[in-house]
């Protein structure tokens, strides 16, 4: 893969949703530390973009990108609660 995608996987992995998601589906191993195996990731949704929207997302501020990213999900603003206050 190209460094955009690169940086756009990283930038998801880092996120809030994505943190949620690892939280409740993962096994926990010790004080704060959760399985990123493949069999824990793999069902996690990747939101398709086209190559123009990725070269603007990639570039946001890590706050800009979380709503960006909590939009693509379509989640209710209740959701959205929950899953910020995970972290």
């Not at 690169?6 to 880092?14: A, G, N, P």
Request: proline content about 2%.
């Amino acid at each position: 893969k190209d460094a955009n995608s690169l940086l756009f996987l990283k930038k998801i992995m880092e996120s809030c949703i994505f943190w949620f998601y690892i939280l409740s589906t993962s096994k926990p191993y010790g004080t704060n530390h959760y399985s990123l195996a493949r069999n824990y990731i793999k069902n996690f949704g990747i939101p398709r973009i086209s190559k123009e929207e990725l070269s603007v997302v990639i570039h946001k501020s890590s706050d800009e990108f979380e709503k960006w990213l909590l939009q693509q999900y379509d989640l209710s603003s209740a959701d959205i609660e929950i899953i910020k206050g995970v972290r």
